[in-house]
């Protein structure tokens, strides 16, 4: 479930988008589906910090490079191996953000920024989209 974890002091540098980078205009991005150069196709929108359920405590961290320094994707739903878990990541607040930069983020597309909310990643078919 990924929830009440501490997310403390830590750095990430040089962090670069696998394949073509993710693009698009204000709200309406990109789809991207597994291929060769991404198993994962979020990794399309690499960021040094990825966390995939917010409710965490996310204290003092600094990330440089990537499409994003912070990347806060929506799970509408447990995925892969918490797929028993019947609940909705992306309902749960973050518990803390504090003390956290980020620098030389978000420079792959015209609207981005250093921090990101959004996105969507499901499981189609056992097959990620993001």
């Known amino acids: ?3 009440f974890n501490k997310i403390e002091y830590n750095l990430a540098v040089y962090v670069l ?3 073509r980078p993710a693009a ?3 709200q309406t991005g990109e789809k991207f589906d ?4 991404a198993i994962q196709p979020a990794d399309h929108a ?6 995939s359920n917010p409710h965490n405590w996310v204290i003092g961290n600094a ?4 499409w ?4 806060f994707p929506i799970f509408p739903y447990a995925q892969r191996l918490s797929s028993d878990l019947k609940m909705n990541p992306s309902s749960h607040p973050i518990i803390e953000f504090d003390g956290n930069t980020a620098h030389s983020s978000g420079h792959y597309w015209a609207d981005a920024g250093c921090i990101y909310m959004g996105g969507c990643l499901t ?3 056992n097959k990620f989209v993001y």
């Not at 597994?34 to 150069?37: A, I």
């Not at 690499?46 to 966390?51: K, N």
């Open 1 to 3: 479930s990924e929830m």
């Open 63 to 66: 990330a440089s490079g990537g």
């Open 17 to 19: 988008p696998l394949g």
């Open 46 to 51: 690499a960021a040094g910090f990825y966390i």
């Open 34 to 37: 597994v291929d060769s150069s």
């Open 68 to 71: 994003s320094g912070f990347a």
């Open 123 to 125: 499981d189609v078919n």
């Open 24 to 26: 698009g205009g204000a």
